[in-house]
């Protein structure tokens, strides 16, 4: 018998325990940082332009380099800390986050860059979903749960909003190294807080690895996306590029293969028997690859195209991001007098609106009020979309299938995410390259300036062409490449725009009246932790 149970007197009600407070600010630490380490090098996207020099595809495989592990590794590493303590794996991600923003920041050339984004991605993937698993592990209750979660969500906002406020403080007035160090300073004492105060918890029961379906969603997803961003450059008849996109689909075949075998899965494939959660899956990740590809335009166009500061190319992340902490408790409030699906059809009624406006605007105007509107409505869209899928996803299954449809909603969720980026700077850069050899083919500039501005092409691309300096022999043709690119990625808005649209009309014609009492999965789904 413990001793709490010894003291305690017959008759009166049994002390409930609460969350230790060490273990509240530890995972809350620990969430802010991943999410900081995920959102802010976007902002500094046009000083990697101008210091490293990337060409072709290799400004967007920067972005990807974190998300990519982040996608296909958070509910492995759920089950990780589930089978050998959270603790662990909240320090060693902290750790393996700091490693990866010293590598970076110390980077001589963009792919010592992707080596540290990759790193940080691994640390983020596994801060994501144990943050909130100590947390969870450590409430007793369903209220005292509900509002530590709540807290959780909103150190998770709070990242979003502080990490492009970081990227352009530092881009601005030190350097882009500077902000990698500044978040490396961050991930050193978040694996400090979490070593000394927080309380380890663990839950093997019934939790193994999937390693079939780990081993296969990886290389699927590493392939599609390398056939995806490396299209542009290197041409998408090419033999790597085809190659890609047959391994992709070979691997992705082979997950399926392996999660109907498997027994305890990455993905439950019996939940998309009901058709609600599978449109909701589906919203999830068109819709947050809207979201995301929308950011990424924005940064290109700002960066590496205008050549804005950092700083003003942070106020349009926080259009795009800083809303949600404010919104999120008025989004709470109306997730319990209006349907989920009502507010996820408005959120991305709200982003298709913004993208089109987006699209609309010149690419030489520099006025940060023209962004205001358009990437408000983005904003916006996004607060109300991100907790509506998921409340949409775990409402139309059976309350004890709650956890693997949050898991695996958030699964296609962060694959959304990581689509973005790269079918944007796919559909960019191909539209863009094409018009600025059809411009040059046309144009009156003399031989040596097109020979010139070919060369440059040819290595880099049109951002490369639209980066020489303008008394250089292709400078000359400056200003084909920065229309070029103004057209191409005005055209991202509108492929994003379009995939929100479609979105929100799947979710009004494919959800209405539609509820949970649908066949629901034979087997019983086992406990996966609900990850931001």
Not at 11 to 23: H, K, S, Y
Request: overall charge neutral; glycine content about 12%; proline content about 5%.
């Amino acid at each position: 018998m413990s001793k709490t149970t010894a003291a305690h007197s017959p008759g009166l009600p049994a002390p409930i325990a609460r969350l230790p407070l060490g273990t509240l600010i530890a995972g809350c630490l620990a969430v802010c940082l991943a999410q900081i380490g995920l959102a802010m090098p976007a902002t500094l996207n046009g000083l990697f332009q101008e210091h490293l020099h990337p060409v072709g595809s290799q400004l967007t495989w920067i972005s990807d380099a974190f998300l990519l592990p982040v996608a296909v590794l958070e509910l492995s590493f759920g089950v990780l800390g589930d089978l050998f303590g959270r603790k662990r794996l909240l320090v060693g991600g902290a750790g393996l986050l700091c490693a990866g923003e010293i590598v970076a920041a110390g980077s001589s050339g963009v792919h010592q860059l992707w080596v540290g984004q990759a790193l940080a991605g691994l640390g983020a993937a596994a801060l994501f979903p144990t943050s909130l698993a100590m947390i969870a592990a450590g409430t007793p209750s369903g209220a005292q749960r509900a509002r530590a979660i709540a807290v959780w969500a909103s150190s998770l906002s709070a990242g979003g909003f502080l990490a492009p406020l970081l990227g352009g403080i530092t881009g601005t007035y030190g350097s882009w190294r500077s902000a990698f160090v500044v978040v490396a300073v961050l991930a050193a004492a978040s694996a400090l807080v979490s070593l000394l105060l927080a309380t380890d918890s663990r839950a093997p029961e019934g939790r193994s690895l999937d390693i079939g379906g780990q081993i296969t969603i990886g290389v699927g997803l590493f392939a599609l996306l390398y056939a995806v961003i490396q299209g542009p450059a290197d041409g998408w008849a090419s033999a790597s590029v085809v190659v890609a996109f047959v391994i992709a689909a070979v691997f992705l075949g082979l997950f399926v293969a392996a999660e109907s075998r498997a027994r305890s899965p990455l993905l439950r494939l019996d939940l998309f028997r009901n058709r609600s959660f599978a449109i909701a899956s589906v919203v999830a990740v068109v819709g947050m690859f809207s979201f995301l590809g929308t950011a990424y335009a924005a940064s290109i166009r700002l960066g590496p195209i205008q050549h804005q500061s950092p700083m003003r190319t942070a106020f349009a992340f926080l259009l795009l991001s800083g809303i949600t902490p404010f919104l999120t408790p008025l989004t709470s409030r109306l997730l319990h007098r209006v349907h989920a699906r009502v507010l996820l059809s408005s959120g991305l009624g709200l982003i298709a609106a913004g993208d089109f406006l987006a699209a609309t605007l010149a690419v030489d105007d520099m006025a940060l009020t023209s962004l205001i509107v358009p990437l408000g409505l983005v904003g916006a869209g996004f607060a109300l979309t991100v907790s509506s899928i998921t409340a949409t996803a775990v409402n139309a299954v059976p309350v004890h299938f709650a956890g693997m449809a949050s898991a695996s909603t958030n699964l296609l969720r962060d694959f959304g995410f990581t689509l973005g980026p790269a079918v944007i700077g796919a559909v960019a850069l191909s539209q863009a390259a094409s018009q600025v050899t059809a411009s040059l083919a046309t144009s009156s500039l003399g031989a040596e300036a097109k020979g010139a501005a070919h060369e440059v092409l040819a290595e880099g691309g049109p951002l490369a062409l639209n980066s020489v300096p303008p008394d250089s022999p292709p400078g000359a043709a400056r200003s084909f490449a920065l229309d070029a690119l103004g057209h191409g990625y005005s055209i991202g808005f509108v492929v994003c725009g379009c995939a929100a649209l479609f979105s929100a009309l799947l979710v009004v014609v494919a959800l209405r009246g539609r509820t949970a009492e649908e066949p629901a999965p034979e087997k019983e789904a086992e406990a996966v932790p609900v990850t931001g």
